[in-house]
Antibody, heavy 126, light 110 residues
Framework: QVQLQESGPGLVKTSQTLSLTCTVS??????????WNWVRQPAGKGLEWIGR???????NYNPSLKSRVSISIDTSKNQFSLNLSSVTAADTAVYYC??????????????????WGQGTLVTVSS | QSVLTQPPSVSAAPGQKVTISCSGS????????VSWYRQFPGTAPKLLIY???KRPSGIPDRLSGSKSGTSATLGITGLQTGDEADYYC???????????FGSGTKVTVL
């Protein structure tokens, strides 16, 4: 079955750019009605959606992060990546990548996250 | 402040039933499908319910989901100690053009 694995630096300096990559294995990143997402979770807090990218390259971002976020996809490597610029301590969190199955019908948008990567802790410090 | 509101905690004795509410608005739950996730400490969330009331393969029928208007509910019957975890609802918000998660609910088995 499809598995996702995050990778990247665990420590980023304040004001610099956080960069993470999610590698998809067990299936093609290009197949099916899926989009590829990033979610983060500060310690002891809830889940926050960061954004998503489709295999077409089209992307959507959380309005609260939009000015600092960029998500890209490399179908040849079966990977997608997250860049978050001008980070502060508030960006310290566990970052998850996840596949989302999406569809739309008369009852609205359907988006469900499955599977998820194991998560990677990123600490922002000066 | 989460767009979707969940009770911080619910609890019940083993074998009993708990319900977790997820309250939203006409731009999110009232307009789109809801999914539910369970998260054990130190691990990634896991999908429990999608499209309001559908269970993925491997999820027992002790878990159920429903939606009415701008609220959704997750029910867990036959509560087990292994159900102790944090639970999150989520849906697309058509006004924000963003996916939103609930504030999370901790389930405790007494």
């Amino acid at each position: 079955q499809v598995q996702l694995q995050e990778s990247g630096p665990g420590l980023v300096k304040t004001s610099q750019t956080l960069s993470l990559t999610c590698t998809v294995s067990g299936g093609s990143i290009s197949g099916g009605s899926y989009c590829w997402n990033w979610v983060r979770q500060p310690a002891g807090k809830g889940l926050e959606w960061i954004g998503r990218i489709y295999t077409t390259g089209s992307s959507n971002y959380n309005p609260s992060l939009k000015s600092r976020v960029s998500i890209s996809i490399d179908t040849s490597k079966n990977q997608f990546s997250l860049n978050l610029s001008s980070v502060t301590a508030a960006d310290t969190a566990v970052y998850y990548c996840a596949r989302v199955r999406y569809s739309y019908d008369s009852s609205g948008y359907s988006n469900w996250f499955d599977p998820w990567g194991q998560g990677t802790l990123v600490t922002v410090s000066s | 402040q989460s767009v979707l509101t969940q009770p911080p905690s619910v609890s019940a004795a083993p074998g009993q039933k708990v319900t977790i509410s997820c309250s939203g608005s006409s731009s999110n739950i009232g307009k789109n499908y809801v999914s539910w996730y369970r998260q054990f400490p130190g691990t990634a969330p896991k999908l429990l319910i999608y499209d309001n009331n559908k269970r993925p393969s491997g999820i027992p029928d002790r878990l159920s989901g429903s939606k009415s208007g701008t609220s959704a509910t997750l029910g867990i019957t036959g509560l087990q100690t292994g159900d102790e975890a944090d639970y999150y609802c989520g849906t697309w918000d058509s006004s924000l053009s963003a996916y939103v998660f609930g504030s999370g609910t901790k389930v405790t088995v007494l």
